[in-house]
Every structure is written in structure tokens, then in C-alpha cells.
């Protein structure tokens, strides 16, 4: 089964930038991949997602503008730039695999805890 490993998380002041990335045991090449989050006491949302290919991306309202999802196949490996961080981003910071972003993602990493305060 495919394994997801997030890293990059940490603890930011608010304006500052972080980058995450999901690694992945075996090619990443034919997933969509989709980064989430979960505050405490909050549900799960969606933040982005990529396509396989790279072509399409998609981002939540809350950090359009803000944070950028890209992929690097030589890599292996799929980023989340994160710049302008709110207090309101602390949150863990999950990747997931999925054939569409459109569709349910059947592979999860562990998670990254990200944390914005002064």
C-alpha cells in the first residue's frame, strides 16, 4: 500500500512561510495528491490539491493567494508553500493520494503539525 510522509512543519510567526512536502514509498507519478488539515476541536478541510500530471490545481478560498501546491516527479515528492501564515492555519497538516482530485483519497500520511504564533 502506498505510504505518504509528511514533513516541514514547525513553528512560524504570523507573515511567515513554511514549505511542506509528502513523500511517497512508491511513485507518486498517478495520483492526484490533495493536502489537508484539521484544527483542534474542527473538522478536516481541504486545502489544495494537484493533479497526476500537474496541470490542475485547486485551493481553498482561505488560502488563495497565499499557498501554492506543485509537484517535482524527479522527486518524487509533492510541495505546499505556505507564506503569510495566520494564526488561524495552526493545524496538522496531512497529505493524501487519490486517482482524481474530484474523488476520495484512499492513501494517508501520518501529518505535519504547523503552528503560527507570535
Known amino acids: 500500500q502506498l505510504q505518504l510522509v509528511e514533513s516541514g512543519g514547525g513553528l512560524v510567526q504570523p507573515g511567515g512561510s513554511l514549505r511542506l512536502s509528502c513523500a511517497a514509498s512508491?511513485?507518486?507519478?498517478?495520483?492526484?495528491i490533495g493536502w489537508f488539515r484539521q484544527a483542534p476541536g474542527k473538522e478536516r478541510e481541504g486545502v489544495s490539491c494537484?493533479?497526476?500530471?500537474?496541470?490542475?490545481?485547486n485551493y481553498a478560498d482561505s488560502v488563495k493567494g497565499r499557498f501554492t501546491i506543485s509537484r517535482d516527479h524527479a522527486k518524487n515528492t509533492v510541495y505546499l508553500q505556505m507564506n503569510r501564515l495566520k494564526p488561524e492555519d495552526t493545524a496538522i497538516y496531512y497529505c493524501?493520494?487519490?486517482?482524481?482530485?474530484?474523488?476520495?483519497?484512499?492513501?494517508w500520511g501520518q501529518g505535519t503539525q504547523v503552528t503560527v504564533s507570535s
Open positions: 512508491e511513485s507518486l507519478d498517478y495520483y492526484a
Open positions: 493524501a493520494a487519490g486517482r482524481s482530485c474530484n474523488r476520495s483519497f484512499g492513501s
Open positions: 494537484i493533479s497526476a500530471n500537474g496541470g490542475a490545481t
